[in-house]
């Protein structure tokens, strides 16, 4: 009993501190006679319907809910109920071996620190994408909680600390790029040139999450009372007066330039560059072999096999990144309760999440298949000789085909 009491007691403090508002009418609307406010007010099918001409700014966030298309069900069953906790498990699973192997004594380079920050974002945004696909399957995009606590993550935090993370692995694969850039096509410039790796880390991260904190407020929780028991639960609404002002417009567009836009065409262009100025000192290097008396034909795959690999690996994280980005960036800009209960919609929405999610899921695996060093590691970490030579040998032979 003792320990029942503290628990309320901590709960109306919390709810205290955050100020829940109570709309009888928005409870009516949405759950007819089985809601009502704290004062036990229950509205009959006409004040509700009076209720939803004179509080339709208010309402009209989840009444889609009723008139939504049958098969929005099914398309979150296969997608937020299969398809998505596939792509976590192998998120999960390649970016836990990928911290592995980056942290190994040979990975102690600038570009590795890089890529341990990047592999760590990509794992906290997957861990973060379980909850937000448990809510879109059991909860939809209202919610019904009976607790305060997951009520309050869901409207505040979720999209907060899941695209916080999603925005510092953005930054970790620019910065990334721009010192690959450097190493290649300015080699004479002193390295690293963004400064203390350690350092640009953490100023990242701060810098990135300190950005997305005006998204904590985009929604909010409005308290109901079920009539059959007393029972408080909390649904989540958009806040439409804020996400109307004119400082949340430009807030949202310029999330999409920073994070989406500006990475994506810079990501795109100095990889293209990379590629360019690698391919001519290649051509070099094998214009000065094919000058030599003991050039055996037979050498040129496996002493160009770098280069292929590195094409490869710069042309299929550039193309993935803009094909799996993308869209997330137009569902940003377009996603508002008018159109939810639209299906094409929803599948378009269900897609830029698996798209997003697939982006940060796939590096592991994108390395393993195009960077020897890095599967040469895996390997010895693991204790894989027998599988070394026989992998190696068929992945060179295949890239020497392309």
């Not at 709309?23 to 009076?50: E, F, K, Q, R």
């Not at 692995?169 to 620019?174: E, K, N, P």
């Not at 377009?334 to 159109?339: F, R």
């Amino acid at each position: 009993m003792e320990k029942i009491f503290k628990n309320r007691q901590s709960k109306t403090m919390i709810t205290r501190l955050y100020n829940t508002e109570e709309d009888p009418a928005y409870c009516s609307v949405i759950w007819g006679a089985n809601l009502t406010s704290s004062n036990d007010l229950v509205l009959d099918t006409t004040t509700a319907t009076n209720a939803t001409h004179i509080f339709a700014n208010d309402l009209r966030d989840d009444l889609y809910v009723d008139v939504e298309d049958p098969r929005t069900e099914a398309l979150r069953e296969y997608c937020y109920g299969i398809i998505l906790p596939i792509i976590c498990a192998l998120g999960i699973i390649g970016n836990v071996l990928n911290l592995i192997v980056l942290t190994r004594r040979n990975m102690r380079g600038t570009a590795y620190i890089y890529m341990r920050a990047y592999s760590t974002a990509a794992l906290l945004a997957i861990v973060f994408a379980i909850p937000f696909g448990i809510r879109m399957l059991v909860h939809k995009d209202r919610g019904q909680w009976e607790e305060f606590g997951p009520a309050f993550y869901t409207a505040h935090l979720e999209l907060f600390l899941g695209n916080g993370c999603l925005g510092v692995g953005v930054m970790m694969l620019l910065v990334l790029t721009i010192e690959r850039y450097v190493s290649v096509c300015h080699p004479g410039f002193t390295r690293p040139v963004m400064g203390p790796p350690g350092m640009v880390v953490f100023i990242t991260c701060c810098a990135t999450f300190i950005i997305y904190l005006p998204s904590i407020f985009r929604g909010e929780l409005i308290k109901c009372m079920m009539t059959t028991n007393n029972v408080y639960v909390y649904l989540r609404r958009d806040n439409n007066i804020y996400q109307r002002s004119i400082f949340y417009s430009v807030y949202k567009i310029m999330l999409e330039v920073i994070f989406k836009l500006i990475p994506t065409v810079l990501i795109a262009g100095l990889n293209m560059r990379i590629m360019l100025v690698y391919r001519r000192t290649c051509e070099r290097r094998r214009q000065m072999v094919l000058s030599r008396a003991t050039y055996v034909k037979d050498d040129d795959p496996r002493k160009f096999a770098e280069e292929r690999r590195l094409f490869l690996l710069l042309g299929s994280t550039s193309i993935l990144f803009l094909l799996c980005v993308s869209p997330m960036a137009i569902l940003h800009m377009t996603i508002a309760s008018e159109v939810l209960p639209s299906f094409p919609f929803q599948v378009f929405r269900a897609l830029a999440n698996l798209l997003e999610l697939i982006n940060y899921s796939m590096t592991f695996y994108i390395y393993c298949l195009f960077s020897e060093d890095f599967r040469n590691t895996l390997m010895r970490t693991f204790k894989w000789p027998w599988l070394k030579g026989k992998l190696c040998h068929q992945v060179d032979e295949t890239l020497a085909r392309l």
